[in-house]
């Protein structure tokens, strides 16, 4: 099975990457990021608003040099906060990003989410519009974006968004949206894609996890992969960073993913898209 997915400008994408949300600045992220390049990770998932860019870039520095490898083999995402949407203040916010992590371009920018002011995320889309043409970036997309978002994103939008990063876990499959972004070639990611560590008490994971000889969070993990979606589980941990990247050796079943569809309650533990405002 590919380690990657082709996203529709033909670029490619490892399919899984870590997380930092709630990583601590300092150590805890240098050491995280460190550890999961020399891991053989390849994708590394932060935000403006994770205060955590500098030290996951010290942490790339560092992960480059133990493991020997080129930046250019690293597929690095950050995203811009509702905070600074405006067409200006995005081009000034992607720079202030790419400083904070000391690289020369990311792989992927955001709209971490679309907030309540229509024109404001499209002014903003804009300006990662001119991003990605000028060649300053590799790929622009957007993440807590439902169908309405997305439609009148895609009305405006002059460079279609690569990829949707939501909330998306076996309580909440989110197979409409699923289906929506599969039929306009946008890749969906997941977040929180362990339900921050609850999922893997569920009784059907454990089962499908011994039947398998994997772990809980493996066979979620893989999930994501068979149902094509791109997946960034969060550990600090350098034991279950390791663990998270090891899904390419084993298959669900159509029995197995026919039970995980079972788990779906369309639950969330993150704010609904449609009504939230950063605050
Ligand atoms: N776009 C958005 O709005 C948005 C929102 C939320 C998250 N995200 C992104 O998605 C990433 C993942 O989501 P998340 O951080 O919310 O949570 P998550 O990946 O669902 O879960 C992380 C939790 O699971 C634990 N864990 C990880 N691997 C494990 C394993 N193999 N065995 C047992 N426990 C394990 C971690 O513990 P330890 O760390 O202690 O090992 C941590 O407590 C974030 O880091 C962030 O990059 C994006």
């Known amino acids: 099975m590919e380690l990657t997915v082709t996203l529709h400008n033909g670029n490619i994408m490892p399919k899984v990457g870590l997380g930092v949300f709630r990583v601590e600045e300092g150590q805890e992220a240098v050491n995280a ?28 520095r560092q992960g480059l040099e133990e493991a020997g490898i080129d930046r250019s083999e690293l597929f690095i995402t950050s995203k811009i906060w509702l905070d600074d949407f405006g067409f200006d203040t995005a081009l000034q916010a992607y720079e202030a990003s790419l400083e904070r992590l000391g690289l020369e371009y990311l792989d992927l920018y955001l709209i ?66 699923r289906n929506y972004l599969a039929e306009k070639q946008i890749v969906m990611e997941s977040w929180s894609p362990l339900l921050n560590g609850d999922i893997l008490t569920n009784e059907v994971i454990n089962n499908i996890a011994e039947k398998h000889g994997k772990s809980p969070a493996q066979v ?60």
């Not at 990770?41 to 935000?47: E, K, P, V």
């Not at 790929?139 to 309405?148: P, R």
């Not at 893989?222 to 998270?244: A, C, F």
């Open 220 to 279: 979620i993990i893989r999930w994501n992969i068979e149902n094509d979606v791109v997946v960034i589980p969060k550990s600090v941990t350098p034991n279950r960073i390791e663990e998270n990247l090891n899904v390419f050796d084993f298959q669900l079943s159509q029995e197995d993913l026919y039970e995980i569809e079972q788990l779906n309650e369309d639950r969330r533990i993150g704010p609904d898209p449609a009504d939230f405002t950063g605050k």
């Open 33 to 60: 990021v460190k550890h999961a390049i020399v891991s053989d990770y390849q994708s590394i998932d932060t935000a403006m608003i994770y205060k955590n860019e500098e030290s996951v870039g010290e942490g790339i």
């Open 112 to 177: 971490h989410w679309p907030g309540q002011d229509t024109e404001k995320f499209i002014e903003t889309w804009k300006a990662l519009e001119q991003l990605y043409n000028e060649g300053k970036v590799r790929n622009i997309g957007v993440s807590n974006f439902n169908i309405e978002h997305m439609e009148t994103l895609l009305a405006q939008a002059s460079v279609k968004p690569v990829i949707n990063q939501v909330e998306f876990h076996p309580y909440l499959d989110q197979k409409e949206l």
